[in-house]
């Protein structure tokens, strides 16, 4: 079974900084767009960040210039580098992939099990 992974959530001050990543593992032949939701107590989950096969990304306004997210494709691994954080990026972080199995190129979508930012101070 394919399966995604992510670690690097913590605790962090506000102004502070935190790196996320997901792993994925399993049986992949493909993989292609990946990124990163989020979802805050009583709201619903929203786009953090993108990023296709080919490495074009797209942000959500409230984290430009703040959040940057790439990828090892070699790796299958997915990262987000979250820098100057605020108090309402707290919340659970998502990643997602859109995995091939094999060679006939059936993706799926797959979610990770989340892990949890909190800024306070």
């Known amino acids: 079974q394919v399966q995604l992974v992510e670690s690097g959530g913590n605790l962090v001050q506000p102004g502070g900084s935190l790196r996320l990543s997901c792993a994925a593992s399993?049986?992949?032949?493909?993989?292609?767009?990946m990124g990163w939701y989020r979802q805050a107590p009583g709201k619903q989950r929203d786009l953090v960040a993108g990023?296709?096969?080919?490495?074009?990304?797209n942000y959500a306004d409230s984290v430009k210039g703040r959040f940057t997210i790439s990828r090892d494709s070699a790796k299958n691994t997915l990262f987000l580098q979250m820098n100057s954080l605020k108090a309402e990026d707290t919340a659970v972080y998502y990643c997602?992939?859109?995995?091939?199995?094999?060679?006939?190129?059936?993706?799926?979508?797959?979610w990770g099990q989340g892990t949890q930012v909190t800024v306070s101070s």
């Open positions: 997602y992939a859109l995995i091939a199995s094999d060679a006939k190129y059936r993706f799926e979508n797959y």
């Open positions: 399993g049986p992949i032949f493909s993989v292609d767009n």
């Open positions: 990023i296709t096969g080919s490495g074009t990304t």
